[in-house]
């Protein structure tokens, strides 16, 4: 079946089944392949994108139900946000093998775009959900700190 | 000699870059140098496609383009333990490189050029990348900066001795010169002798043990990164494979009709480990897989539960084992002391559930293989192919990419994933396929940490120190069956078996170590750090016990017994000191646990801070001190003892594998728990200064958590901990 999905700001035509999961509708047929696959049943994170605003993980995440909403992956991460977590992640040295980080990253900006001001237990608890099997939560933990640190002063100086 | 190698890993996924790698000549020592332009001139090397820039290559891992960038080789797979920012740090500090010139990709695979030197072949693992390349790498950096000095002198006609080279400038008076000006000219040079090199003394340093320079291993926070799950190449298709529920089973027969008539369908059929699915993208595979109907003939099978396997282990270690290590006359100081003190303890299978679930990529051109994935033991993996496709190694090219986490898994014993994604690519002549396992087949795929259990018995004399010290270990060989077991396995015992407890560091006067390795038909393999994820725990938790039972604090006990172990002492006295061990007031509910422990030729300590609350504890804190000798990158090693730590803790805390009648209970992440966010404790890690040779960091880290958490919890309750993962309730 042929579906329209709005994905980093562009209209995308793909023709697959409608319950092909989001994500590998992208990573498959869209080359897109910064989300990544990690577990298949939203346990992991490691595929999450935002739907609407809303981290979502796109492995169940059907085509069909994503059809219609704004869905912006890590190659579309233009938020500022998304750009304070990123420049966060960078000088911290957060990534060790990395493969979890676009999840990592998408969870954390739309946290930042709800929460400007999260507290350690609210980042522990928007980022349970993205596993990490090299161990860098804590500079996760240091790298959304700093993010919102910086939007602060951005905000500050504007 | 000039020989044309085509490019490796990253240039077939950025096709269209060709460069001409002049390389030859090898010294004794593996360091592979000299370039000699034969029949082919630099300007016809420079005629590369789509102007790009070419690289003229001074030695195995170093080249430079005429546009200034320096390119390293990285002989070891970058698979988060920051192996391409260590080793370009030591070529780069040789190199007098500006560091934002270095770009870092893996080598291909070629066993003379990048073997590991402490193995013998190319292979990574056993902590031992910075290890075995810290002298090689500065090295190359050193025989590259030679000959661009060389080149300068000849240009400017003044002495080498006065040319002076930093930060990628070479200079002398007022001229000077950026290494991509004078890379053409130096490329002709010859390559200088190793032994003509002189490398820098510690004192002379500007990179190596400088903090947070930036990583290497770039494009993880934008998604560019490129893993095995990432390579596509033209007409790849995408296999799964139905994998017997039990290990050992096989295909007895199957139907594929309704699984062929699904959407995009390419192909099923049987290899040795299933069946398989060929498809257009992973999604039509995993459905048509769903609608195959399978008979699996068991009769092969290990039907056993892990339960009844660890039961058998319990009745092994009531008797004598092969004896691994002994020292005196321990069974009769056991025997005539008043009081023995023995406990008994049981660690579960371990998957190592990396993030990137297993996969490889492979295209099978008659007699001719290429593959792409994240390759951890290049010879072995070559090997097995070529053997495969009845070809020599030379017909085997792997690219090598980021993997996903590895742990231990991706390098394979038997080269399982590999295997099988050959298996399927040979039936498929020519077209690429890339072969992915679900969740559920990584986690039910094997090759797990062996489950173990231990029986320690102390005598204890009169001063409340240990005279005699014995443990008997029962569990699987992760050696045996391996072409790795001729050399690890001597006289029945396989040292991985046992290494942590044999070898042990503290002042015991006898000692004896006695090993059990039954033959279970569960795949085992390692796991980061290896036996010392079961010995380390069992020792420390020991130690810890004879040290309250004499009423002694569980620091200075050690101490004490660690008298002629200097190392050990250091990390100790220095994790004790910043952790406030003795000297802090703890909060009502709180506790502090210890363990000290070296593997991988660091010794590490590590201090855990637990909060106790009911029958549910949290560990809040951990302080660790590491010697791993010359701190090549401080923030590496940080945060490679900050994720050894999260590693350890979630088999501490949730990790465990369990079979019932021989099939695997777990599958993915919602029964198999690992460590999430919640439960990170804050970490803390101290290096020890030092000038010797650096020496493991990856793993070093994971051993002392679990008993550390361990004993903070013994410290809070006063019970002991002698099974993992640790339950309070």
């Given at each position: ?22 994500l ?44 219609g ?41 739309a ?35 700093m ?8 905000e500050?100086?504007? | ?9 990253c ?120 290890a ?26 003044v ?15 007022s ?6 000006d ?34 290497k ?20 298709v ?13 295909v ?58 660890l ?41 190592h559930?990396?993030m ?68 399927i ?7 690429p ?6 969740r ?27 005279d ?20 690890m ?23 004896r ?9 569960v ?11 079961h ?5 420390e ?40 061990w ?71 805390l ?26 990170m ?34 410290a ?14």
């Amino acid at each position: 079946m042929s579906y329209s999905l709005t994905i980093n700001g562009q209209v995308r035509e793909l023709d697959v089944d409608g319950d092909m999961p989001l994500l590998w509708a992208v990573r498959d047929h869209l080359e897109l392949i910064g989300t990544k696959f990690g577990c298949g049943i939203a346990q992991c994170g490691a595929c999450t994108v935002m739907v609407d605003g809303q981290a979502q993980r796109s492995c169940m995440l059907t085509v069909d139900a994503a059809a219609g909403s704004e869905i912006i992956t890590i190659e579309g991460l233009q938020s500022r946000e998304g750009q304070a977590v990123q420049k966060a992640w960078e000088q911290g040295q957060v990534a060790q093998c990395g493969y979890c980080q676009s999840g990592q990253v998408m969870s954390a900006a739309a946290l930042l775009a709800q929460n400007p001001t999260p507290d350690d237990a609210a980042i522990d608890d928007a980022m349970a959900g993205n596993l990490c099997r090299c161990g860098t939560y804590g500079r996760i933990r240091e790298g959304i700190r700093m993010a919102a640190a910086d939007i602060r002063r951005s905000e500050g100086d504007a | 000699m000039m020989r044309r190698v085509t490019e490796n890993a990253c240039d077939s996924l950025n096709a269209g870059r060709r460069s001409f790698l002049k390389l030859s000549a090898s010294t004794a020592a593996g360091l592979v140098l000299g370039i000699q332009l034969g029949g082919v001139s630099a300007s016809e090397a420079r005629t590369g496609e789509e102007g790009t820039e070419d690289l003229l290559t001074f030695n195995a891992f170093v080249s430079i383009s005429p546009d200034n960038r320096v390119r390293i080789l990285i002989k070891h797979l970058e698979m988060g333990q920051g192996v391409y920012t260590g080793l370009a740090t030591c070529v780069a500090e040789e190199l007098d490189a500006a560091w934002d010139q270095v770009v870092c990709e893996h080598a291909p695979v070629n066993t003379e050029k990048y073997a590991n030197l402490l193995m013998g072949q190319q292979a990574t693992g056993g902590s031992t990348a910075m290890a075995n390349s810290y002298r090689q790498m500065r090295e190359a950096g050193a025989a590259a900066r030679a000959m661009l000095v060389a080149a300068a002198a000849e240009r400017w006609r003044v002495p080498a001795d006065e040319i002076a080279v930093q930060e990628g400038r070479v200079s002398h008076g007022s001229r000077s010169a950026t290494f991509g000006d004078l890379a053409s000219a130096a490329g002709q040079l010859s390559a200088p002798d190793a032994d003509t090199l002189t490398l820098k003394g510690p004192a002379d340093f500007r990179l190596i043990g400088r903090d947070s320079l930036p990583r290497k291993d770039v494009g993880k926070q934008d998604g560019t990164a490129v893993y095995t799950q990432d390579v596509k190449l033209p007409g790849m298709v995408t296999a799964m494979v139905a994998h017997p529920p039990r290990f050992g089973g096989r295909v007895a027969s199957f139907d594929d009709t309704s699984a062929r008539q699904r959407k995009g369908v390419i192909d099923v059929f049987e290899i040795d480990s299933g069946v398989a699915v060929v498809a257009e993208d992973y999604w039509s595979a995993l459905k048509a897989r769903e609608q195959l109907e399978i008979d699996w003939d068991d009769s092969g099978a290990e039907m056993r539960g892990s339960r009844q396997i660890l039961d058998e282990y319990h009745q092994l270690v009531e008797t004598e084992g092969v004896v691994a290590e002994s020292e005196g006359d321990t069974e009769a100081a056991l025997q005539q002391a008043s009081e023995v003190t023995e406990l008994t303890f049981e660690f579960p299978y371990l998957a190592h559930a990396q993030m990137e679930p297993m996969n490889c990529v492979a295209r099978i051109d008659g007699s001719q293989a290429e593959l792409w994935y994240g390759c951890q033991s290049a010879t072995r993996d070559q090997q097995v192919v070529a053997e495969m496709i009845d070809g020599s190694p030379e017909d085997v090219t792997i690219h090598t990419v980021f993997a996903g986490g590895g742990f231990g898994r991706r390098a394979n014993p038997h080269s399982d994933y590999v295997v099988e994604a050959v298996n399927i690519a040979r039936r498929l002549q020519g077209q690429p396929v890339k072969l992915v396992w679900s969740r559920e087949d990584d986690m039910r795929g094997g090759y797990y940490r062996p489950a173990y259990v231990h029986r320690l018995s102390a005598a204890v004399g009169r001063s409340g120190m240990p005279d005699a010290f014995r443990a008997r270990i029962a569990g699987q060989s992760i050696m045996a069956g391996t072409s790795m077991a001729a050399g690890m396995i001597t006289d029945g015992i396989d040292h991985s078996s046992v290494e942590g407890l044999a070898g042990f560091p503290y002042a015991v006067p006898q000692r004896r170590v006695e090993l059990h390795s039954p033959v279970v038909g569960v795949p085992v393999q390692w796991w980061r750090s290896v036996g010392n994820t079961h010995t380390a725990f069992s020792k420390e938790v020991l130690i810890d016990t004879l040290a309250r039972q004499a009423d002694a604090d569980p620091v200075s006990y050690r101490l004490a017994l660690l008298r002629d172990n200097p190392r050990e002492t250091a990390v100790l006295q220095l994790a004790a000191e910043k952790a406030g061990w003795g000297s802090r007031e703890l909060p009502e509910g709180r506790a502090l646990g210890v363990a000290v422990h070296t593997s991988f030729g660091s010794s590490v300590a590590e201090i855990a801070e637990v909060s106790v609350d009911g029958d549910q504890f949290r560990v809040e804190r951990v302080v660790a001190a590491i010697d791993c000798g010359t701190a090549v990158n401080p923030d590496v090693i940080r945060a490679q003892v900050e994720g050894a730590i999260a590693y350890g803790l979630s088999a501490a805390l949730g990790d465990e594998l369990t079979l019932t009648d021989g099939v695997v209970d777990q599958d993915n992440f919602h029964n198999y728990r690992v460590l999430r966010m919640p439960d990170m404790p804050v970490v803390e890690t101290h290096i020890l200064p030092s000038t010797n040779a650096p020496s493991g960091v990856g793993e070093p880290g994971t051993p002392p958590i679990a008993p550390a958490v361990a004993n903070a919890l013994t410290a809070a309750t006063g019970r002991t901990f002698t099974r993992l993962p640790l339950r309070l309730g």
